[in-house]
């Protein structure tokens, strides 16, 4: 199409060249076809340049076709991390518990020892001797029932009220919390009732 405009033109200008008077306009309309030849070269090297980036565009997207993953495959992967996750954090909670238990397992032990050493060292300590006028030191029986409740000393209770409350006898009471002076019950403190409810 460029073509034919290109040579109509020629012709154009040809047939004007041979009018003496219109040598002005002959010599613009030459210009004015240099200048349209010009335009339709630049035209021909960006509609060839397109035509290239159109290509590498159609190439990039033929292989990036084949890159994309569907919705049913990110939900399975989606699935399987979730699963992967799960099972992670379950063994890291069991692997936890593990050591805790053993640590406390071991401190249990230590603490035990412990008790059994302080229990063996007082037991084997000399009674001190009785200051002069104190009363004799109360000896406590081991004679009570080992299975009971724990009592919150209220105030105004006294340990024949508790005996009563409870269910339990003074004597039990006394000897299961070596009480060596059952007359002074303080408000909280907590007793061991044997036999009591």
Same mark, same amino acid.
């Given at each position: 199409?460029?073509?034919?405009?290109? %040579?109509?033109?020629?012709?154009?200008?040809?047939?004007?060249?041979?009018?003496?008077?219109?040598?002005?306009?002959?010599?613009?309309?030459?210009?004015?076809?240099?200048?349209?030849?010009?335009?339709?070269?630049?035209?021909?090297?960006?509609?060839?340049?397109?035509?290239?980036?159109?290509?590498?565009?159609?190439?990039?997207?033929?292989?990036?076709?084949?890159?994309?993953?569907?919705?049913?495959?990110?939900?399975?992967?989606?699935?399987?991390?979730?699963?992967? %996750?799960?099972?992670?954090?379950?063994?890291?909670?069991?692997?936890?518990?593990?050591?805790?238990?053993?640590?406390?397992?071991?401190?249990?032990?230590?603490?035990?020892?412990?008790?059994?050493?302080?229990?063996?060292?007082?037991?084997?300590?000399?009674?001190?001797?009785?200051?002069?006028?104190?009363?004799?030191?109360?000896?406590?029986?081991?004679?009570?029932?080992?299975?009971?409740?724990?009592?919150?000393?209220?105030?105004?209770?006294?340990?024949?009220?508790?005996?009563?409350?409870?269910?339990?006898?003074?004597?039990?009471?006394?000897?299961?919390?070596?009480?060596?002076?059952?007359?002074?019950?303080?408000?909280?403190?907590?007793?061991? %009732?044997?036999?009591?409810?």
């Amino acid at each position: 199409m460029w073509k034919c405009l290109l %040579i109509a033109c020629a012709a154009t200008a040809t047939a004007l060249a041979q009018n003496p008077a219109s040598s002005l306009d002959v010599a613009n309309l030459r210009e004015d076809v240099r200048g349209l030849s010009q335009r339709v070269s630049e035209l021909t090297l960006r509609l060839e340049q397109l035509e290239r980036e159109n290509g590498d565009l159609k190439l990039r997207a033929s292989s990036a076709g084949q890159s994309y993953a569907t919705v049913a495959q990110l939900n399975d992967a989606v699935a399987e991390l979730n699963r992967t %996750i799960k099972l992670a954090v379950s063994t890291a909670k069991n692997e936890t518990l593990q050591q805790v238990a053993a640590q406390m397992e071991k401190l249990g032990q230590q603490t035990n020892a412990a008790l059994e050493s302080l229990a063996r060292t007082q037991a084997a300590a000399p009674a001190p001797a009785p200051r002069a006028g104190a009363p004799a030191p109360t000896a406590f029986s081991e004679n009570f029932p080992k299975e009971g409740a724990n009592y919150t000393v209220q105030k105004g209770d006294s340990l024949a009220g508790i005996a009563k409350k409870t269910g339990a006898k003074p004597q039990d009471i006394i000897n299961a919390n070596k009480l060596a002076d059952p007359d002074r019950l303080v408000p909280g403190q907590t007793l061991f %009732i044997p036999g009591g409810k």
